[in-house]
């Protein structure tokens, strides 16, 4: 059986991990397969990690929200969180463009292949 091959280094991991030392709720968007969930674990391998692929977490979630986010330690990373509504006084899509400071908010980062 072959060695796995060596995991490459992602560009975005800087923007990345400034992101995570000032924002409390860090978007990392990309295409299927593009290295989300293997960057999240690798920045950040002592945080609670939940992936709503697999059946109980996503079933919790889907029935009892208000108990599934209480169950949450106080840092987590959600894999695989495909519908989420989130708000705020600007647009995810403005944030990285606007004048105004809105560090504390939200980041966006988003992987490529």
Do not use: W
């Amino acid at each position: 059986m072959d060695a796995p091959l060596p995991l490459l280094p992602r560009a975005l991991a800087p923007a990345v991990e400034e992101a995570l030392a000032d924002t409390p709720v860090v978007c990392l968007l990309g295409p299927r397969q593009s290295g989300k969930t293997t960057l999240a674990r690798r920045l950040a391998p002592d945080r609670a990690f939940v992936s709503l692929d697999e059946h109980s977490y996503h079933e919790t979630a889907a029935n009892d929200a208000p108990g599934f986010i209480a169950s949450l330690p106080d840092v987590v990373t959600l894999d695989e969180v495909q519908r989420f509504l989130l708000t705020g006084s600007a647009s995810m899509l403005l944030v990285p463009t606007v004048a105004e400071s809105l560090a504390g908010r939200m980041e966006v980062c988003s992987c490529t292949r």
